[in-house]
T-cell receptor, first 114, second 112 residues
Framework: DTEVTQTPKHLVMGMTNKKSLKCEQH?????MYWYKQKAKKPPELMFV???????INESVPSRFSPECPNSSLLNLHLHALQPEDSALYLC?????????????FGSGTQLSVL | QKEVEQDPGPLSVPEGAIVSLNCTYS??????FMWYRQYSRKGPELLMY????GNKEDGRFTAQVDKSSKYISLFIRDSQPSDSATYLC????????????FGTGTRLTIIP
């Protein structure tokens, strides 16, 4: 299994809603990532978990809250988002997160904030 | 100056043509070089992975790295309509716990 699975594929939410994005991988990878991608732009790193510990937080607003319950699962909790947060949210995984590793991406969650 | 520069295109070529996609970079610490293919509304898919300078071939795809010129290329031979996508170069140093730096992506269309 070389897949990173993300749910839901699409999400529409209001600015007062609370929602969560989910990501799962069963490749035995110990590093998991959240990226945000706006249209016609490259992915921007948000968070990295390495061995279930948050190792990188790219100064992301607190309305985005990541969670890594175990080595296979990664969540992104969303609360009080703004319309400019509308984007494709990508989860990725790699072996250890210690550099020189291949990143495997999921298909993403297309988020629209109204 | 951006760390990684990539021509955003769009680039349109006829089916069967050879496609050349390029990136330049400024950080001499980059050692690992990747090309990702991204179809519309999908996640990036790793196509090629190269360490340091040299060439790597995989089927119709060839990746070249010239560290002395800080220049990387991806060649696609016998291009097919299914190759139509955005191609992102990405690179990383070997200092551990460093993030991947992406180019802006080149939109490629192969015309049947």
């Amino acid at each position: 299994d070389t897949e990173v699975t993300q749910t839901p594929k699409h999400l529409v939410m209001g600015m007062t809603n609370k929602k969560s994005l989910k990501c799962e991988q069963h490749m035995g990878h110990r590093a998991m990532y959240w990226y945000k991608q706006k249209a016609k732009k490259p992915p921007e790193l948000m968070f990295v978990y390495s061995y279930e510990k948050l190792s990188i937080n790219e100064s992301v607003p607190s309305r985005f809250s990541p969670e890594c319950p175990n080595s296979s699962l990664l969540n992104l909790h969303l609360h009080a988002l703004q319309p400019e947060d509308s984007a494709l949210y990508l989860c990725a995984s790699s072996l250890t997160g210690q550099g020189d590793e291949k990143l495997f991406f999921g298909s993403g969650t297309q988020l629209s904030v109204l | 100056q951006k760390e990684v520069e990539q021509d955003p295109g769009p680039l349109s070529v006829p089916e069967g043509a050879i496609v050349s996609l390029n990136c330049t970079y400024s950080n001499s610490a980059f050692q690992y070089f990747m090309w990702y293919r991204q179809y519309s509304r999908k996640g990036p898919e790793l196509l090629m992975y190269t360490y340091s300078s040299g060439n790597k071939e995989d089927g119709r795809f060839t990746a070249q790295v010239d560290k002395s010129s800080k220049y990387i290329s991806l060649f696609i031979r016998d291009s097919q309509p299914s190759d139509s996508a955005t191609y992102l170069c990405a690179m990383e140093s070997n200092f551990g716990n460093e993030k991947l730096t992406f180019g802006t992506g080149t939109r490629l269309t192969i015309i049947p």
